[in-house]
């Protein structure tokens, strides 16, 4: 039976918190969502996580910030950054944390495709984990 990933998300918009769920559900994963950043930050839970999905305004600290911050603990899960203002330097700092960028408003399969292509890239190179690599790894 294939592995059933789960798919972080973390947006303050309750409507696309739900949107995402809903969508991605649909399409075999296992979500879980928060609010802020506190939240996601103290969960601490990221066996059979495949993907994180972060708005970069999110509440408590941007989407950079908080990849920043997951990177030095050492959790290196791939991520994708949805935002509605991509600047050269979002895009700077993105590529610094190995994230990708969806923009929004999120249309189409694109969402879905960097979620699909994100969590392949990442079995490929790291096997089953629980999202930490060690430092020779990378």
């Not at 930050?41 to 920043?68: A, F, T």
Request: net charge negative; charged share 20%.
């Amino acid at each position: 039976m294939p592995r059933k990933w789960v798919v972080l998300v973390i947006d303050d918009d309750a409507a696309i918190r739900a949107s995402l769920k809903f969508s991605l559900e649909i399409e075999g994963y296992a979500v879980r969502c928060y609010s802020n950043s506190n939240e996601f930050l103290n969960q601490g839970d990221w066996l059979g996580v495949g993907c994180i999905v972060i708005d970069d305004g999110v509440p408590g600290s941007s989407g950079i910030e908080i990849l920043r911050l997951l990177r030095l603990r050492g959790i290196r899960l791939p991520a994708i950054l949805i935002t509605s203002n991509v600047s050269t330097m979002l895009e700077l700092h993105a590529a610094d944390v190995g994230a990708r960028i969806v923009e929004k408003p999120l249309l189409g399969d694109s969402l879905l495709e960097a979620i699909r292509s994100a969590i392949a890239e990442h079995s490929l190179k790291s096997g089953p984990s629980n999202g930490r690599q060690s430092n020779d790894a990378n």
